[in-house]
């Protein structure tokens, strides 16, 4: 099945809410201001913020303008123009190696899942990976991702319950380095992005990294509940404040009707979307494409 396919699924809630809204008003006169007011008010029940609609409304008046656009066709084409352009304000870029990846994001988002389909898409891509188990706080958490690197075919280095976070990343970084390891997913506990001591973890753990591994490439990815629709800004805001986010794996698409939210995300924060899980099994993960997640919605 091709990604469009299974984004296509993945966001068939959101296309069913958003398209009916579009043809109805599309049957009316797209000229007046009438018209704009009801689209912003749609783009916004998408989960598209306030601020976010309030730029693509404008955006699409003025192109209607200066191109003197007169059938539904080719408004509907400036709308999907304009809502790539505010996807592509967040630009994804490739990982280099040796890299190091840091999997953040609050608790019941699928952190565990995701690292298992992150594994295995860098093993199709022919690189060695290693996972580090460094939830030691939750229980059985080392035992869940261990069935996942096992599906995944890679190495895991993980410690009891209750151990140091940080002590595991240093065993993983030793490990990586000691066998030219060309991915690291560091693994790390579900936390209320509220929680300042829980935050200073995380800045413990990257310290550890910038220290032992320096010559690593490292990026920290914040995986997202797509159910969530607008919370999610503000825990990619906290985080991003507290650690740094160098971009985003979303999950559970195809549960929510309000897809729209992932538009507000790249345009106001600029932290891009680089991966979305399409399904329950370990394949079911990929690249973030722009023009395809617009089509699929609208």
Known sequence: MSFFSKLFGALKKTKDSLAGKLAALFRG???ADEFYEELEDILISSDISVSTAEEIIEDLRERVKEEKLK???FVRQALRDSLIEHLNRAEPYDFVDPTVIMVVGVNGVGKTTSIGKLARYFTQRKQTVTIAAADTFRAAAADQLSVWADRAKVKIVRSSEGSDPSAVVFDALSSAKA???????IDTAGRLHVKANLMEELKKMRRVIDREYPEANV???IVLDATTGQNAISQVET???AVGLDGI???KLDGTAKGGFVVSLCSELEVPVLFVGTGEKIEDLEEFDAESFVDAIL
């Open 29 to 31: 006169n797209y000229f």
């Open 71 to 73: 059938d539904e066709e």
């Open 179 to 185: 066998k030219s390891t060309d991915v690291l997913i």
């Open 219 to 221: 990026y920290t990815l």
């Open 239 to 241: 985080f991003n404040e």
């Open 249 to 251: 794996v979303l999950t």
